[in-house]
């Protein structure tokens, strides 16, 4: 009688985590987040690249779960994500907010794979203007 192979249990992938760092004093001086607008993410082993620019290219597949979070520069300045436009066929972030706390988080899930970068926005709210400022160079996911 011969042994069955042992099947190894796949570990669920890790989150990615999408980071933007925002020069709010800068923003707000230039009414525009170029040059003020930093963004990192978790999966650089995986093939992401341009980090700590405006360009960040994600590299994403299908089923991952991604989650975007901002960082303000400065230390009282205020920032936060007002929302995330992009191709809902791939992704539809949704603002959580952590239990017991008022940090916001965007999370959303890749729905399918894509040949091709899929540019997305994202909206600020920063210090207490009322209107948001949106990026002006789009970061992507990838491929």
Same mark, same amino acid.
């Given at each position: 009688m011969t042994a069955k192979?042992?099947? +190894? /249990? $796949? &570990?669920?992938?890790?989150? @990615?985590? @999408? $980071? &933007?760092v925002v020069d709010c004093v800068g923003a707000l001086a230039s009414d525009s987040m170029q040059g003020n607008l930093y963004f990192y993410d978790t999966n650089k082993a995986g093939g992401s690249a341009g980090f700590? #620019? !405006?360009a960040l290219r994600t590299k994403v597949s299908r =089923?991952? +779960?991604?989650?975007? =979070?901002?960082? &303000?520069l400065e230390c009282e300045a205020f920032v936060a994500i007002e929302g995330i436009e992009i191709d809902r066929d791939i992704? !539809?972030?949704?603002?959580?907010?952590y239990p017991g706390t008022d940090v916001a988080y965007w999370i959303g899930t890749v729905k399918k794979d *894509? &040949? +091709?970068? @899929?540019?997305?926005?994202?909206?600020? +709210?920063? =210090? #207490?203007?009322? !209107? /948001?400022? *949106? *990026? $002006? $160079? /789009?970061?992507?996911?990838?491929?």
């Open positions: 192979p042992r099947v +190894q /249990p $796949t &570990a669920p992938k890790r989150p @990615i985590s @999408i $980071t &933007a700590g #620019t !405006e =089923g991952d +779960q991604l989650l975007w =979070g901002v960082l &303000a992704c !539809e972030p949704v603002r959580k907010v *894509t &040949a +091709q970068p @899929i540019p997305y926005l994202i909206r600020f +709210q920063v =210090g #207490t203007r009322v !209107e /948001p400022i *949106t *990026t $002006t $160079t /789009p970061p992507m996911l990838v491929g």
